[in-house]
């Protein structure tokens, strides 16, 4: 069965420091599944990435993990995806991903995260894609970020319109629906709605 939607997810190989990380990525997950979505993420079963693909795998939904050879061979890949694709380099993985997805959303995460959100939005600020992109700020985690960002602007480094490009929230549920909404997507009810 094809997928109403397909939706890059970026976060954490770490649960982090507070219980409602992990509850977000459990919401993410099971979201996409219960709405007949496919989620397309980085392959890896530990952190808020394992809980993620878990979580949309046990809603029904479809899981497309994208890994590299190298950290397959360290045993970080989860081999109960839907698909999973074992790449050459991280320039693989993330074209694989951006190609596969509808939309791009980023839960809270590190270095990794940071720039693959980073780079998508760029990427969609030069043209090379016009996919939603959201920001889960879940527990205030991306605050500071936020700030800093709107600091970029106000120092005229980033103009209003870069900042349009992309949609912050704190709601999994809204987001998720916003952007696949975006996407020109539509997200199957779950089947409680039906």
């Avoid at 939706?7 to 982090?16: D, E, L």
């Avoid at 990794?112 to 998508?120: I, K, R, W």
């Avoid at 992109?133 to 709107?150: P, S, T």
Wanted: hydrophobic share 40%; aromatic share 8%.
């Amino acid at each position: 069965m094809t997928p109403a939607f397909s939706v890059c997810v970026y976060c954490g190989s770490r649960p982090g420091s507070k219980p409602g990380y992990a509850e977000a990525a459990r919401a993410v997950g099971t979201w996409i599944g219960q709405h007949g979505g496919q989620l397309v993420y980085g392959g890896g079963k530990a952190g808020l990435m394992g809980i993620t693909a878990e979580a949309t795998l046990q809603a029904g939904g479809r899981v497309v993990g994208v890994i590299p050879k190298a950290l397959v061979e360290k045993e970080w890949a989860l081999h109960d995806c839907t698909e999973l694709h074992i790449v050459d380099t991280m320039h693989d993985r993330k074209r694989m991903m951006a190609e596969r997805s509808d939309a791009f959303l980023a839960l809270p995460g590190g270095i990794g995260t940071f720039e693959e959100l980073f780079e998508v939005w760029t990427w969609r600020q030069l043209g090379y894609h016009d996919k939603p992109i959201g920001l889960l700020n879940v527990d205030g985690y991306y605050d500071a970020l936020q700030a800093f960002l709107n600091k970029t602007v106000e120092q005229q480094f980033l103009g209003d319109w870069q900042m349009e490009l992309i949609q912050i929230g704190a709601d999994p549920h809204a987001l998720l629906a916003s952007i696949v909404q975006d996407a020109g997507l539509s997200p199957a009810p779950q089947l409680d709605e039906i």
